[in-house]
């Protein structure tokens, strides 16, 4: 060390005790290397966006029973009951999105200067596994707002650890806790999201800014480049590195304050941005769960869409290599990275390769994104501006054969019969095919004729009776729900059923 | 060698740097620390808010909850207890509870009606006919039973007196539970 600390009875109480100075000049007060870029501060806005997670999660834990009776219940009941419930609850689902955005854009900074390269071979390995940590707290907590969503979601990302070749089937029922997704499943994902998985992230992110501290910051590499042998496993880089970077260290910006400032700046940016977007956008909940729903369509969170959308682009028995490949080999390559690529070149317009391989990573999940989203919108029908399901998709396919001609959907259709764009807030489903199979069974007067089998079956009138319950309306502007069905009684269509009063509504 | 790092305090000076650099310095401490508490404190509000919303929650809407339909059928002179059942919003979870109070009249005209929760310890009071008074089974706490003062034993404070009113011959009540072991009636 250098020179004898002053008098020791000089310091104070703590600082006699704990050497304070001693840990302020080992962790802050460090000289680093001189041209860092406001790219640098993204590792630090990640881990501020964690430490957000961390403290909105422990709060979240108090207001959340992982029981699917109810989970969903708590949900609603934080948000609309709990002071800030509902801010706080969109504060972690957007900061989830925060955390993978950050966290993907860390690695792309230091996959692009370079920085993985010697020495720091091994702290890339550790980010790699903080980067699928992440990605396992997306998985997890997704499911546990235990809402159609949620369940479908899980559902199939589950399912897709059981096309693994010899071990799916296992795999499948350790992750949902047995052979169906249900209460096992959640206490299970809840228990890796609260406890498994934040204990592995504190001991990666120990350890990984342990090694910043160690190693210090990467100097820029431009710096690192000149003169340097031409693979990092040569005898003489390690001589030259040493040399460079110590030269690099000596234009007195000091990891504290001149670093940090930075960071702050950049934390405080990304954490107002975090708040305005939840604030103003909040955090989605859907129905409950419901597992005997056929119709629903399942989409994961948006940084697992790519994935899912590759899936797509495989059907048959090719899906399950591709599900299982792709993943597998994204881990080879990540992990083995630092150590396969020893050139010692850091900049990208030294390394064509390397920056192909992130380009064509990078525009492929961007495209596989849009293509993602495409399909989702598509789904949406202009009228009700909401995903259809497949039934009710096939009915509006119907609607537009046999009823457009008559009546009015959204301003466009015949004149001859009512206006049908809210009638879902009207009538029931139940009621709508009863009526479609023999309108002058209730209304006598009607105009409209019969459509009962033969004219069309009641697979066909049940997927429109499904079309038309979902018009009520475009989200934000729907109409009040007032289902006023009356059915004639007995229904004359149906003999040998037993006569209907209005549905619970 | 830099090792020894720029001094951020006015008394050891630091003659090899120049004071434009310690103010700069002294500029980003603030700004980090100004900022940072800023950050911090944008991070947290709404953890702390949701952490501490039992504390200052709005006390539940007064419900009052049927207990005679004829207030002609009742005892006088005697307290009577009534049973309901009483819903109750538990959070998230709406559960259904037995509850019990002490109800007395002189006149069948106006009632007066007690928590049947022991001030002093919380046990279940009952009635002694013999001594024409209230009785914990717990302390051996006694209470009047026109008043509800307390007459004998540990309890700290009289029997909780409820909100009673009578409407077109049905007696209604506010079932509200109260702190026990304290002389003072604060309601939990």
Same mark, same amino acid.
């Given at each position: 060390?250098?020179?004898?600390?002053?008098?020791?009875?000089?310091?104070?109480?703590?600082?006699?005790? /704990?050497?304070? @100075?001693?840990?302020?000049?080992?962790?802050?007060? @460090?000289?680093?290397?001189?041209?860092?870029?406001?790219?640098?501060?993204?590792?630090?806005?990640?881990?501020?966006?964690? !430490?957000?997670?961390?403290?909105?999660?422990?709060?979240?834990?108090?207001?959340?029973?992982?029981?699917?009776?109810?989970?969903?219940?708590?949900?609603?009941? !934080?948000?609309?009951?709990?002071?800030?419930?509902?801010?706080?609850?969109?504060?972690?689902?957007?900061?989830?999105?925060?955390?993978?955005?950050?966290?993907?854009?860390?690695?792309?900074?230091?996959?692009?200067?370079?920085?993985?390269?010697?020495? @720091?071979?091994?702290?890339?390995?550790?980010?790699?596994?903080?980067?699928?940590?992440?990605?396992?707290?997306?998985?997890?907590?997704?499911?546990?707002?235990?809402?159609?969503?949620?369940?479908?979601?899980?559902?199939?990302?589950?399912?897709?650890?059981?096309?693994?070749?010899?071990?799916?089937?296992?795999?499948? /029922?350790?992750?949902?806790?047995?052979?169906?997704?249900?209460?096992?499943? /959640?206490?299970?994902?809840?228990?890796?999201?609260? /406890?498994?998985? #934040?204990?592995?992230?504190?001991?990666?992110?120990? *350890? $990984?800014?342990?090694?910043?501290?160690?190693?210090?910051?990467?100097?820029?590499?431009?710096?690192?480049?000149?003169?340097? #042998?031409?693979?990092?496993?040569?005898?003489?880089?390690? %001589?030259?590195?040493?040399?460079?970077?110590?030269?690099?260290?000596?234009?007195?910006?000091?990891?504290?304050?001149?670093?940090?400032?930075?960071?702050?700046?950049?934390?405080?940016?990304?954490?107002?941005?975090?708040?305005?977007?939840?604030?103003?956008?909040?955090?989605?909940?859907?129905?409950?769960?419901?597992?005997?729903?056929?119709?629903?369509?399942?989409?994961?969170?948006?940084?697992?869409?790519?994935?899912?959308?590759? !899936?797509?682009?495989?059907?048959?028995? *090719?899906?399950?290599?591709?599900?299982?490949?792709?993943?597998?080999?994204?881990?080879?390559?990540?992990?083995?990275?630092?150590?396969?690529?020893?050139?010692?070149?850091?900049?990208?317009?030294?390394?064509?390769?390397?920056?192909?391989?992130?380009?064509?990573?990078?525009?492929?999940?961007?495209?596989?994104?849009?293509?993602?989203?495409?399909?989702?919108?598509?789904?949406?029908?202009? +009228?009700?501006?909401?995903?259809?399901?497949?039934?009710?998709?096939?009915?509006?396919?119907?609607?537009?054969?046999?009823?457009?001609?008559?009546?009015?959907?959204?301003?466009?259709?015949?004149?001859?019969?009512?206006? !049908?764009?809210?009638?879902?807030?009207? $009538?029931?489903?139940?009621? =709508?095919?009863?009526?479609?199979?023999?309108?002058?069974?209730? $209304?006598?007067?009607?105009?409209?004729?019969?459509?009962?089998?033969?004219?069309?079956? $009641?697979?066909?009138?049940? +997927?429109?009776?499904?079309?038309?319950?979902?018009?009520?309306?475009?989200?934000?502007?729907?109409?009040?729900?007032?289902?006023?069905?009356?059915?004639?009684?007995?229904?004359?269509?149906?003999?040998?059923?037993?006569?209907?009063?209005?549905?619970?509504? | 060698?830099?090792?020894?790092?720029?001094?951020?305090?006015?008394?050891?000076?630091?003659?090899?740097? &120049?004071?434009?650099?310690?103010?700069?310095?002294?500029?980003?401490?603030?700004?980090?620390?100004?900022?940072?508490?800023?950050?911090?404190? =944008?991070?947290?509000?709404?953890?702390? *808010?949701?952490?501490?919303?039992?504390?200052?929650?709005?006390?539940?809407?007064?419900?009052?909850?049927?207990?005679?339909?004829?207030?002609?059928?009742?005892?006088?002179?005697?307290?009577?207890?009534?049973?309901?059942?009483?819903?109750?919003?538990?959070?998230?979870?709406?559960?259904?509870?037995?509850?019990?109070?002490?109800?007395?009249?002189?006149?069948?005209?106006?009632?007066?009606?007690? &928590?049947?929760?022991?001030?002093?310890?919380?046990?279940?009071?009952?009635?002694?006919?013999?001594?024409?008074?209230?009785?914990?089974?717990?302390?051996?706490?006694?209470?009047?039973?026109?008043?509800?003062?307390?007459?004998?034993?540990? #309890?700290?404070?009289?029997?909780?007196? =409820?909100?009673?009113?009578?409407?077109?011959? %049905?007696?209604?009540?506010?079932? =509200?539970?109260?702190?026990?072991?304290?002389?003072?009636?604060? %309601?939990?």
């Amino acid at each position: 060390m250098s020179e004898p600390d002053p008098s020791i009875s000089e310091r104070g109480w703590l600082d006699r005790r /704990l050497d304070l @100075r001693g840990l302020y000049r080992g962790l802050l007060d @460090r000289p680093v290397p001189s041209g860092l870029t406001w790219w640098h501060t993204l590792g630090s806005a990640t881990l501020a966006v964690f !430490l957000v997670q961390l403290v909105s999660g422990l709060v979240l834990a108090m207001f959340y029973a992982p029981s699917p009776d109810h989970a969903y219940n708590s949900i609603k009941f !934080l948000e609309q009951q709990v002071a800030a419930g509902r801010v706080l609850r969109a504060v972690h689902h957007w900061g989830s999105s925060a955390m993978v955005v950050l966290a993907l854009l860390h690695t792309l900074r230091v996959f692009a200067m370079g920085a993985y390269k010697y020495p @720091r071979e091994v702290n890339w390995i550790i980010g790699v596994g903080l980067l699928g940590l992440v990605l396992g707290f997306g998985f997890t907590g997704y499911l546990l707002p235990w809402d159609q969503r949620a369940y479908w979601a899980t559902q199939v990302g589950t399912s897709i650890a059981s096309t693994v070749p010899y071990i799916g089937g296992d795999l499948a /029922l350790l992750l949902k806790g047995g052979s169906q997704l249900g209460a096992a499943t /959640l206490t299970r994902f809840y228990a890796f999201h609260v /406890l498994w998985l #934040p204990g592995g992230i504190v001991v990666l992110i120990a *350890m $990984h800014l342990a090694m910043v501290v160690r190693q210090g910051i990467a100097a820029p590499a431009r710096l690192l480049e000149t003169g340097a #042998p031409a693979r990092t496993d040569d005898a003489e880089y390690v %001589e030259h590195y040493a040399r460079v970077y110590e030269g690099s260290k000596q234009g007195g910006v000091r990891f504290w304050p001149d670093i940090i400032a930075k960071d702050v700046v950049a934390s405080l940016l990304v954490i107002v941005v975090l708040f305005v977007v939840a604030w103003w956008a909040g955090a989605p909940i859907e129905a409950p769960a419901d597992p005997t729903d056929n119709s629903y369509i399942p989409t994961p969170e948006w940084y697992f869409l790519p994935f899912f959308q590759l !899936l797509k682009l495989f059907p048959g028995s *090719m899906e399950a290599t591709v599900a299982i490949g792709v993943p597998s080999l994204l881990a080879v390559v990540f992990l083995g990275l630092p150590l396969f690529d020893r050139r010692s070149t850091r900049r990208l317009r030294g390394r064509p390769f390397a920056a192909l391989g992130a380009s064509v990573l990078l525009g492929g999940s961007v495209v596989l994104l849009g293509a993602a989203v495409r399909d989702a919108q598509q789904t949406v029908a202009p +009228e009700t501006g909401r995903v259809l399901s497949s039934v009710a998709r096939a009915g509006r396919a119907t609607f537009r054969r046999q009823c457009a001609s008559c009546h009015v959907v959204d301003g466009s259709g015949g004149s001859d019969g009512p206006e !049908l764009t809210l009638v879902g807030a009207r $009538h029931s489903i139940a009621w =709508l095919h009863s009526f479609i199979e023999n309108p002058s069974a209730f $209304h006598a007067d009607s105009k409209m004729s019969a459509f009962g089998p033969p004219s069309l079956s $009641h697979q066909e009138i049940e +997927e429109i009776a499904q079309y038309l319950s979902a018009l009520r309306g475009r989200p934000g502007k729907e109409a009040a729900l007032a289902i006023r069905d009356t059915f004639p009684s007995p229904i004359p269509s149906a003999p040998g059923r037993a006569p209907q009063t209005s549905p619970p509504n | 060698m830099t090792e020894q790092g720029v001094p951020l305090t006015r008394d050891d000076s630091a003659p090899e740097e &120049s004071r434009k650099v310690l103010r700069r310095r002294r500029f980003l401490v603030t700004l980090s620390g100004v900022l940072g508490a800023f950050a911090g404190l =944008l991070a947290t509000a709404p953890s702390l *808010m949701a952490l501490f919303s039992p504390v200052f929650r709005k006390p539940a809407a007064s419900r009052w909850t049927k207990v005679i339909d004829d207030v002609n059928t009742v005892d006088v002179g005697v307290p009577f207890k009534v049973d309901f059942t009483e819903t109750i919003n538990d959070a998230w979870i709406e559960t259904r509870a037995l509850r019990s109070v002490w109800l007395y009249t002189d006149d069948a005209v106006s009632f007066r009606a007690f &928590s049947s929760v022991c001030t002093h310890l919380g046990c279940s009071v009952g009635h002694d006919a013999e001594q024409k008074r209230f009785h914990c089974p717990c302390h051996h706490g006694l209470f009047d039973v026109k008043t509800g003062e307390v007459l004998g034993g540990p #309890p700290p404070r009289p029997l909780d007196s =409820l909100p009673v009113k009578v409407v077109d011959g %049905e007696v209604f009540i506010q079932h =509200l539970t109260f702190r026990t072991g304290i002389a003072s009636k604060v %309601e939990t």
